[in-house]
């Protein structure tokens, strides 16, 4: 294993060694080399094997009386210990040779060596095929950090972001400009994390995202600006995200979206590792309304079929109450989806039904008393229905019916695969833009009032602007998501760049306080230039390339499921004296002070009249 490059740099510049553990070939044979590394593997005082970032070398062990220090030093020196050798490179003995690792004919006859640090007993083992908690991996990060596949994903990182810098501002004249992290709140959008000012009452916020910065650099006249963003976001445990993350974060001037849209592809298309096979450009696009009809959700995975079909056309003539009740509705639907060879979910919605395909062909299903053969052929041509096939069924409000069956298409693929149909590649790409998307959602807790479906900023569908002061709920949006494999890696639109329909959008359809915004707002007035952007989720993409189970393996030092850094006990109390600087105070629920005070095990604050952490016991 090693280091994933186009054309491999010098490793050996500033450094002592001679060569890495990873390149030693047949033809430095006869040759006296230096390596450094960590001791991988120790066989009874004979060989060891020597392990850089870059691979494998086995190192001989000197049995004579004249190295006698050297092998007492070697043989009894820990697994893991950081060691130096110098020795000459020789063939391995005729058979002996190992074709699995690329340093494989060769060995190293150590005649010096020197042990740097000695590594005590170890959490757990650096091996790969080991399997070990997250949790025990995250708190001794750096020893896991170690491994082959941390090594390679984050390699393989450094490699895309130094080809998408090479493509923005070498091959297109984009600035790379670093915004700042201590900002102000804003409305709308997922939960920021607050940072307490020594000002009373006044505190900073961690920006989610360079949103208003990029767009004041474009009123500014950088025309066109990217940044390697580190973002933001306190949404708490949520699976496979993290409070910290990072965003390719793009903005142009004087662009309209098939020009983002054709950015985007030529970046992928540069950057993309060689070993993952090619990208085929241009990208397929699909309306939001087509996403969620064909596939019940807005990003769908497009490596398999079982689309959903709407079948209400087929069952409206029927005597069917559930069916009639479902198409009476104003956004009614009656849809189904076809999964092959018989795997249902044992956790089927209530509202979903089942029709199975026998073996003679003829179907199984309560709704089969409603349809005559002649119907029941038709329905099995219309969802190509094959033997063993099941369908499941759901009618309903279209949105409801469609995310159903959307969820219901996914649980069944996994259910397929685990049963060993292979329905989605792992090394396939399937890219797809998703188009159209409304400009506002009604607002889950009260549906009466509207939300952003992406953000305030997002400009209307030059066809629909009219709508905009007549009929929001109708506005499609200049927004667009970048879709891989089912998972969004991007989004952006193309911005409102008018200071008086921004501030319309803001006060009368989102009903908020616009003056949170004002330095946005006035900026707007300055003669701002039509302007759009993107940002692609960079931790996402990476682990889809590399086929990461979790994007935080592809993170240095990422955090838990729960927001916790694990190895360095973060978020920490903090005592009231720190906190006096900033006018804060903490104030425990009850619950809390009970807990801490019957426990001094627990890192609690110190200074409070019911905590044990400076008493004696």
């Not at 740099?9 to 080399?33: D, I, K, M, W, Y």
């Not at 450094?158 to 080809?163: C, E, K």
Request: glycine share 6%; hydrophobic share 35%.
């Amino acid at each position: 294993w090693g280091s994933p490059a186009r054309s491999r740099p010098r490793q050996q510049g500033f450094v002592t060694r001679t060569n890495t553990c990873g390149e030693l070939r047949s033809a430095h044979v006869g040759q006296e080399v230096t390596l450094y590394g960590w001791i991988q593997y120790q066989r009874q005082g004979l060989f060891l094997v020597l392990r850089d970032f870059q691979g494998l070398t086995q190192i001989i062990i000197p049995q004579d009386e004249a190295h006698a220090h050297v092998k007492k030093l070697l043989s009894n020196a820990p697994v893991e210990s950081v060691v130096r050798v110098t020795g000459i490179v020789s063939p391995r003995p005729p058979g002996q040779e190992n074709p699995k690792m690329p340093t494989g004919d060769i060995e190293v006859k150590a005649e010096t060596a020197e042990v740097l640090n000695f590594c005590k007993k170890l959490p757990f083992e650096i091996k790969d095929f080991i399997k070990k908690s997250e949790a025990l991996r995250m708190q001794y990060r750096y020893l896991d950090l170690r491994s082959s596949q941390l090594q390679y994903n984050l390699r393989l990182r450094s490699q895309i972001v130094m080809r998408m810098r090479e493509y923005l501002c070498n091959l297109h004249g984009f600035v790379d400009v670093e915004t700042p992290t201590l900002f102000k709140r804003t409305p709308g959008g997922a939960k920021e994390f607050l940072v307490p000012s020594r000002e009373v009452g006044k505190f900073y916020s961690l920006p989610q995202s360079p949103q208003q910065f990029k767009q004041l650099l474009m009123v500014g006249g950088l025309d066109r600006y990217f940044q390697v963003a580190r973002c933001y976001r306190d949404e708490g445990s949520r699976p496979d995200r993290q409070p910290e993350f990072t965003q390719i974060d793009i903005e142009m001037s004087f662009v309209d979206q098939a020009g983002i849209q054709r950015l985007i592809e030529g970046l992928l298309q540069y950057s993309w590792p060689e070993e993952r096979g090619s990208i085929t450009t241009p990208f397929p696009s699909m309306t939001y309304e087509e996403a969620l009809a064909d596939y019940g959700t807005d990003k769908p995975d497009t490596r398999f079929g079982m689309k959903i079909v709407d079948i209400g056309d087929f069952l409206r003539g029927l005597d069917i109450q559930f069916v009639q009740k479902a198409l009476s509705y104003p956004h009614g639907s009656v849809k189904a989806i076809c999964i092959p060879q018989g795997v249902v979910s044992d956790a089927l919605h209530t509202e979903v039904m089942e029709i199975i395909c026998r073996p003679d062909g003829s179907l199984k299903s309560l709704l089969t008393k409603f349809l005559g053969e002649k119907q029941q052929s038709e329905l099995i041509q219309a969802l190509n229905m094959q033997v063993d096939d099941v369908v499941l069924l759901a009618a309903g409000e279209h949105k409801q019916v469609c995310s159903a069956l959307g969820s219901l298409r996914l649980e069944s693929a996994d259910l397929l695969e685990a049963a060993g149909l292979v329905l989605r590649d792992p090394s396939a790409f399937h890219f797809l833009w998703v188009v159209d998307f409304p400009l506002f959602l009604p607002k889950e807790e009260n549906p009466a009032e509207l939300e952003s479906a992406h953000h305030p900023f997002t400009a209307p569908h030059p066809s629909d602007t009219s709508l905009l002061y007549s009929d929001p709920t109708k506005v499609r949006s200049q927004h667009y998501d970048l879709v891989l494999n089912g998972n969004e890696i991007g989004g952006g639109s193309i911005r409102i760049h008018n200071a008086e329909q921004q501030r319309f959008v803001l006060e009368k359809v989102l009903k908020e306080d616009s003056e949170v915004l004002s330095h946005l707002l006035e900026a707007l007035e300055f003669g701002a230039p039509p302007h759009g952007g993107i940002a692609l989720g960079l931790d996402r993409l990476i682990s889809l390339i590399v086929d990461a189970p979790s994007i935080r393996d592809v993170i240095a030092f990422p955090k838990s499921f729960r927001g916790r850094d694990l190895m360095g006990n973060a978020p920490d109390y903090v005592t009231p004296e720190e906190l006096e600087p900033y006018h804060i105070q903490v104030s425990w629920p009850l619950e809390e002070k009970e807990f801490l005070a019957s426990s001094c095990l627990h890192p609690c604050p110190t200074e409070q009249p019911w905590c044990r952490s400076n008493s004696s016991e």
